[in-house]
């Protein structure tokens, strides 16, 4: 670590707690302007529906919802920018004050329906044992017997096993897609198989947190209460469905790109997984993929180079995000040939690594997922 650290300048380490402030305040401002944008929509269309007009009031209304579209589309990148800063937060990275870091944080993801503390604690624990299979906390493989899936004898019909219709796999993924972080949170699916049934992120004596952690979860639990009574109250003085169309459709976007972001980060047939002691902290931390081009432009700007950059991250959580890429060129030329990169396309990518990612053997220090044939990249160790 020594080595990898001494590969980049030191000057990229420095927090400079005003320009981490400069980034939140000009999201809060994209999101206050997209939220003024968004509350002319109606109004505006009404009044153009009901004047003299060369255009039906059907095509006026798919203009209408073609506006919307662009509110929502846009406005969920904001929030899930906006999130990241507060992930930011969660690893020290925002401020150098430890006070300044958790308050945002806090603040911030509690009104993305996220418990702070909580989600701080196992997400620190998956930093620190990445890709371990028995430690991590998230994106854990299915192993061959999790998927009831009989031994490789040379004659499995793997046709029948994983004779999912391309539509059926297509439902599997959307659903992966908006529901997986609150599923991961309520239920701890994706994560480690071993843990007592009911393991959550709201519960204080879940097996995740340590007794001396439990009024953390208490106070993350009481944010998102909080926010949940500001919901309330939004849907009494706007209406539900202009609550839905401002704030609940961005905010199932965010969970959308969260979870896409993760798990095109996490899951690749070319990154390992490991067992016992063929895990090192270096070997999880390198088992990482950054995707230069997610969204293009969109992804760099909006989502703080979080796709891009994940791999430096890993090694160095708290390294400011707009050091990142500059850092990135430093660690990708120390670690040469295992640094994992891909330029495809992000949904293309979220597809193929959809089927082509569907579990690890049950035997193995050195494990590669497998495809829907029993087929796979690399040859276990």
């Known amino acids: 670590m020594k080595e990898i650290r001494a590969a980049i300048p030191a000057q990229y380490f420095v927090l400079n707690t005003f320009k981490a402030t400069s980034y939140l305040a000009r999201d809060l401002a994209l999101?206050?302007?997209?939220?003024t944008f968004a509350t002319a929509i109606d109004p505006c269309f009404a009044h153009l529906i009901a004047g003299p007009s060369v255009l039906s009031p059907v095509l006026w209304n798919i203009l209408r919802l073609s506006a919307w579209s662009l509110y929502w589309w846009f406005q969920g990148l904001i929030f899930t920018g906006i999130w990241v800063l507060g992930h930011e937060c969660g690893h020290g990275a925002f401020s150098l004050n430890k006070t300044a870091n958790d308050t945002i944080g806090f603040v911030i993801h509690s009104l993305l329906f996220t418990p702070y503390f909580s989600w701080k604690i196992s997400h620190h624990r998956h930093h620190v044992y990445h890709a371990s299979m028995t430690r991590d906390e998230t994106y854990?493989?299915?192993?061959?017997?999790?998927?009831?899936?009989?031994?490789?004898?040379?004659?499995?019909?793997?046709?029948?096993?994983?004779?999912?219709?391309?539509?059926y796999t297509l439902f599997l993924l959307i659903r992966q897609q908006l529901v997986g972080f609150p599923a991961y949170l309520l239920f701890n699916v994706s994560g480690q198989?071993?843990?007592?049934?009911?393991?959550?992120h709201f519960n204080p004596a879940s097996i995740l947190f340590t007794p001396n952690q439990r009024k953390a979860v208490v106070l993350s639990n009481l944010g998102v209460?909080?926010?949940?009574?500001?919901?309330?109250?939004?849907?009494?003085?706007?209406?539900?469905?202009?609550v839905v169309n401002l704030y609940v459709i961005p905010w199932l976007l965010v969970t959308h790109w969260f979870v896409m972001i993760t798990y095109l980060q996490h899951t690749d047939p070319r990154t390992p997984h490991f067992r016992g002691p063929a895990w090192t902290f270096q070997r999880g931390a390198v088992a990482t993929v950054d995707r230069p081009n997610f969204l293009g432009w969109q992804g760099s700007f909006f989502l703080h180079n979080v796709v891009q950059c994940h791999t430096i991250h890993h090694f160095f959580p708290k390294i400011p995000f707009y050091n990142a890429p500059q850092a990135?060129?430093?660690?990708?030329?120390?670690?040469?040939?295992?640094?994992?990169?891909?330029?495809?396309?992000?949904?293309q990518a979220l597809?193929?690594?959809?089927?082509?990612c569907q579990?690890?053997?049950?035997?193995?220090?050195?494990?590669?997922?497998?495809?829907?044939?029993?087929?796979?990249?690399y040859r276990d160790a």
């Open 351 to 356: 597809w193929d690594n959809y089927n082509r």
């Open 31 to 35: 999101a206050c302007c997209a939220w």
């Open 193 to 200: 198989q071993w843990y007592p049934k009911g393991t959550n």
């Open 359 to 377: 579990f690890v053997e049950d035997q193995g220090d050195v494990v590669f997922y497998k495809d829907k044939q029993g087929r796979s990249v």
């Open 328 to 347: 990135t060129r430093h660690l990708k030329a120390f670690l040469g040939d295992h640094y994992v990169s891909s330029d495809t396309p992000a949904f």
């Open 140 to 167: 854990v493989p299915s192993t061959r017997s999790d998927r009831g899936i009989p031994q490789d004898t040379g004659d499995i019909d793997y046709d029948e096993i994983f004779g999912d219709t391309p539509l």
């Open 225 to 242: 209460g909080f926010a949940t009574c500001c919901l309330i109250y939004a849907v009494s003085i706007l209406g539900p469905a202009m």
